[in-house]
């Protein structure tokens, strides 16, 4: 059981694109490490109602990863909500190693690391994912 665990957690990091610039921070209510998976901009989120909310979110809040598998665009596609409000998606060219840790049951967080005002949608929020080992 413990080995399946490893061969998953490795074969995740070898396809994270953010890999090379991976940190690791102690989990405080667990005294566990969280490890950089990935940090990637919002997919979506001009479809999506970003601006209603951007105003009263922060970096730092966390935010949801939901899995879509019966996504009509993508099997792999992984929505990312703001307290219970969704905000678009992982990127598709990004998305692969997060949907098969979520499939996988890992423990994966995500926060929002930088929040701008930006005319392209793809720079206006940018989120980081994270494992707990």
């Given at each position: 059981?413990?080995?399946?665990?490893?061969?998953?957690?490795?074969?995740?990091?070898?396809?994270?694109?953010?890999?090379?610039?991976?940190?690791?921070?102690?989990?405080?209510?667990?005294?566990?490490?969280?490890?950089?998976?990935?940090?990637?901009?919002?997919?979506?989120?001009?479809?999506?109602?970003?601006?209603?909310?951007?105003?009263?979110?922060?970096v730092g809040d966390v935010l949801t990863l939901?899995?879509?598998p019966d996504n009509p665009y993508d099997a792999?596609?992984?929505?990312?909500?703001?307290?219970?409000?969704?905000?678009?998606?992982?990127?598709?060219?990004?998305?692969?190693?997060?949907?098969?840790?979520?499939?996988?049951?890992?423990?994966?967080?995500?926060?929002?690391?930088?929040?701008?005002?930006?005319?392209?949608?793809?720079?206006?929020?940018?989120?980081?994912?994270?494992?707990?080992?």
């Amino acid at each position: 059981m413990r080995l399946t665990r490893i061969k998953r957690l490795l074969g995740l990091l070898t396809c994270c694109v953010a890999l090379c610039a991976a940190t690791a921070l102690p989990a405080e209510e667990t005294g566990r490490v969280r490890l950089l998976v990935q940090s990637s901009p919002l997919a979506g989120s001009q479809f999506h109602a970003l601006e209603v909310w951007r105003e009263k979110m922060r970096v730092g809040d966390v935010l949801t990863l939901v899995r879509e598998p019966d996504n009509p665009y993508d099997a792999k596609a992984v929505r990312v909500e703001w307290q219970g409000h969704k905000l678009g998606y992982v990127p598709r060219r990004e998305n692969r190693a997060v949907a098969a840790a979520l499939d996988a049951g890992e423990a994966l967080t995500a926060r929002i690391s930088r929040l701008r005002q930006d005319p392209d949608p793809w720079r206006r929020l940018e989120f980081e994912v994270w494992i707990e080992l």
